[in-house]
């Protein structure tokens, strides 16, 4: 009888212990799971590349961050058409859900 308590208590914190580590990678509203921020990595990398790519875009000072696939970009370019286009762009690559413009000019 006490190998089937013993068994009981052990497959109950196995269960909990599991339970809480898939709760302690999921995301909130202000934070990411582990999932979420490889996901937001990955767009932040796409759209860096598709900015540094763009043969219309004359600057390389636009920053980039994502979180939960809303993009957010800063620095500083030479134009109002470095930033619309630069928007653009980054509402072209796939994953980005919203693009915030916080980029200034020079």
């Given at each position: 009888?006490?190998?089937?308590?013993?068994?009981?208590?052990?497959?109950?914190?196995?269960?909990?212990?599991?339970?809480?580590?898939?709760?302690?990678?999921?995301?909130?509203?202000?934070?990411?799971?582990?999932?979420?921020?490889?996901?937001d990595?990955?767009?932040?990398?796409?759209?860096k590349?598709?900015?540094?790519?763009?043969?219309?875009?004359?600057?390389?000072?636009?920053?980039?961050?994502?979180?939960?696939?809303?993009?957010?970009?800063?620095?500083?370019?030479?134009?109002?058409?470095?930033?619309?286009?630069?928007?653009k762009?980054?509402?072209?690559?796939?994953?980005?859900?919203?693009?915030?413009?916080?980029?200034?000019?020079?």
């Amino acid at each position: 009888m006490r190998t089937s308590i013993a068994r009981r208590i052990a497959a109950s914190a196995t269960l909990f212990i599991g339970a809480m580590t898939i709760v302690a990678c999921a995301s909130t509203a202000h934070t990411e799971g582990t999932g979420g921020y490889i996901d937001d990595t990955v767009i932040t990398t796409k759209v860096k590349a598709a900015v540094l790519g763009d043969p219309n875009l004359k600057s390389a000072e636009i920053n980039v961050e994502t979180f939960k696939g809303r993009v957010q970009l800063s620095g500083f370019v030479g134009s109002q058409a470095d930033i619309n286009q630069a928007v653009k762009v980054a509402r072209g690559v796939e994953g980005v859900t919203s693009v915030t413009n916080d980029m200034k000019l020079k």
